[in-house]
């Protein structure tokens, strides 16, 4: 027999097996699904025969979740930022995660434009799907303004979003085109201190990671070695308006924040911006670059929270050794923002 109607009996989700709560939820059901098919998610509606209906105390009237898997846990249609059961939004909301390269993102990658790997410092695809599926429902516009090769739009392109970049370096953003050739239209070549004169309309989310102000220029001679000798890039471009180029801090500081305030602009009501960055050294001095960034943008956004990103595949330099302390910076600050 199928179950209508689930709820919840010390830590876990069980069916009801009394026939008046299963009926009275069979029609809720199709109730929901006859006026309320709108926000109710795809995978929901593709499988629909096998919903139920889910309140934990066991109210038939007041419940307002649907599960098909009790295991996966329960989605509740009022939820207005994103399509996550109960379960699926909780896993998400841990501070800190790992997450290395995966070889299944580079090998896609690859096969799609093989010259992808001279872009110096890019971010992998299915990692920044986790924040779109929380972030944005499907069919949502998401913009990355310092797009590079596309792997935001590559995640858009995965998870049914809209995609929107923006990429100064010509070479970055014809591999983006290439790799999500159906969003050629919201791939902008530009500076994104312009993003007020590109067509671009509201969107329900932004996420990206900015140049770390002049880290590429100031790589180590290893880096540059190797990068020199298989004919990668060493940095994003020469060009002025690269703002991996700015060498004096407070001004890179003062013209990222600017690009991030005209985003600010074009973010819907409460829409979420995600800025994925780093704190820098600099001839033995730390510049607090994450936190000084959050600061500033608090002046317009609210600052949420921030989710740590750790790469533990990274190997350690002896930075410092034997005289004195030198970390080795092996996690970014995911900063996350909402619009007031
Ligand atoms: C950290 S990378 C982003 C990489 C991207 N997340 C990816 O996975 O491909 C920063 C990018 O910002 C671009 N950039 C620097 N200054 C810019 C500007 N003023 N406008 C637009 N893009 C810029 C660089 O060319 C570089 O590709």
């Not at 059961?85 to 799609?112: M, P, Q, Y």
């Not at 779109?132 to 995965?158: N, Q, Y």
């Not at 001004?251 to 985003?263: G, N, P, S």
């Not at 033995?284 to 533990?312: C, F, H, N, T, V």
């Amino acid at each position: 027999m199928k179950y209508y109607f689930y709820y919840k009996e010390g830590k876990n989700i069980v069916a009801a097996k009394d026939k008046e709560r299963n009926a009275q939820a069979k029609r809720r059901l199709a109730d929901l699904f006859k006026n309320k098919k709108d926000s109710i998610p795809d995978r929901f509606l593709n499988d629909w025969q096998n919903v139920a209906l889910y309140n934990p105390s066991g109210y038939v009237k007041a419940a307002k979740a649907i599960l098909i898997n009790p295991e996966d846990g329960a989605y509740d249609f009022s939820n207005p930022i994103n399509e996550l059961t109960g379960r699926e939004w909780v896993k998400f909301t841990c501070s800190w995660f790992i997450f290395n390269a995966l070889h299944k993102d580079l090998k896609e990658e690859r096969e799609v434009s093989p010259n992808s790997k001279e872009h110096p410092a890019t971010f992998s695809p299915t990692m920044i799907e986790d924040f779109i599926k929380f972030f944005t429902k499907k069919g949502e516009a998401v913009l990355d303004p310092f797009s590079g090769i596309g792997s935001t739009l590559v995640a858009c392109k995965r998870t049914g979003r809209i995609g929107y970049g923006i990429e100064l370096n010509k070479k970055y953003c014809d591999i983006s085109i290439k790799r999500t050739p159906g969003f050629k239209k919201n791939i902008f070549n530009d500076n994104a201190e312009n993003i007020k004169n590109l067509k671009i309309p509201e969107i329900g989310f932004s996420i990206s990671s900015p140049p770390y102000w002049n880290v590429l220029n100031r790589s180590t001679k290893d880096f540059k070695i190797k990068r020199t000798k298989n004919g990668l890039d060493q940095n994003y471009s020469t060009r002025t308006e690269d703002l991996g180029n700015i060498d004096d801090y407070e001004l890179f500081l003062k013209r990222l924040a600017a690009i991030y305030f005209d985003v600010y602009e074009l973010l819907k009501k409460k829409g979420y911006l995600v800025i994925i960055v780093k704190n820098v050294k600099k001839e033995g001095r730390m510049y607090p670059l994450a936190w000084d960034l959050a600061k500033i943008l608090s002046e317009k956004y609210e600052l949420k929270d921030e989710k740590i990103w750790i790469q533990d595949k990274i190997g350690l330099a002896p930075y410092g050794y034997p005289s004195a302390w030198a970390s080795n910076i092996l996690h970014h600050y995911c900063l996350i923002f909402q619009k007031k």
